[in-house]
């Protein structure tokens, strides 16, 4: 069964540090999303990309965040100079009619 | 307003009965898609059921059926013949319009932790 991959699983950094989340979505898949949720909060949506550029984000998604499809398989979200609050696990979805999620990265900001 | 609504933050079921998890949803759109994911202890995010807006039945995978009122604007999953390793989280989730081959975000419900006992 196809299913979406994401590195790392875990990820310490310190506070003002830069983070690449990667993911490598569903191949057949044209839409790609990340999500966060953070500890025992509800998914919140970040951003989604369609056609090698953004087709939405939200509020959370500001000038520290970015995406990036590098090449035809991987899906990356990079998070520039990390605060504390940014502690979350980040989750990358991948979509046709239905929608599929990695395992998601846990990301630690101390 | 909230789009994704689960009123029970926690349930509990006993091993082998059935339980029903509660979702409730607003929108406007006439074309929408409502989705159900188990998140276990481990934190993945687990697709279970779809139900499309316009999809004449409800749908059903394996254990898990979703118990779509259009007019109640409600997406219950009922998980039959509980198993332990059905305690998790649980999330409601809807996507808006699209369809074809647009497909938009999903907003997220509250989420409900269910507790099977043996």
């Known amino acids: ?110 | 307003a909230q789009k994704i609504t689960q009123t029970q933050p926690g349930m509990f079921v006993q091993e082998k009965e059935a339980v029903t998890l509660d979702c409730t949803y607003d929108t406007s759109d006439p074309s929408y898609g409502l989705f159900w994911y188990k998140q276990p202890s481990s934190g993945e995010m687990i697709f279970l059921i779809y139900q499309g807006s316009y999809d004449q039945q409800n749908a059903t995978e394996g254990r898990y059926s979703l118990n779509f009122q259009k007019a109640r604007k409600s997406a219950n999953l009922v998980i039959s013949a509980s198993q332990l390793g059905d305690s998790a989280m649980y999330f409601c989730a809807m996507r808006e319009g699209g369809g074809g081959t647009s497909y938009g975000k999903l907003t997220f419900g509250q989420g409900t932790i269910l507790t099977v006992h043996p």
């Open chain 1, 1 to 110: 069964e196809p299913e979406v991959t994401q590195t790392p699983s875990h990820q310490v950094t310190q506070m003002g540090q830069e983070v690449i989340l990667r993911c490598v979505p569903i191949s057949n898949h044209l839409y790609f999303y990340w999500y966060r949720q953070i500890l025992g909060q509800k998914v919140e949506f970040l951003v989604s990309f369609y056609n090698n550029e953004i087709s939405e984000k939200s509020e959370i998604f500001d000038d520290q965040f970015s995406v990036e499809r590098p090449d035809g398989s991987n899906f990356t979200l990079k998070i520039r100079s990390t605060k504390l609050e940014d502690s979350a696990m980040y989750f990358c979805a991948s979509s046709d009619a239905l929608a599929f999620f990695g395992q998601g990265t846990r990301l630690t900001v101390v």
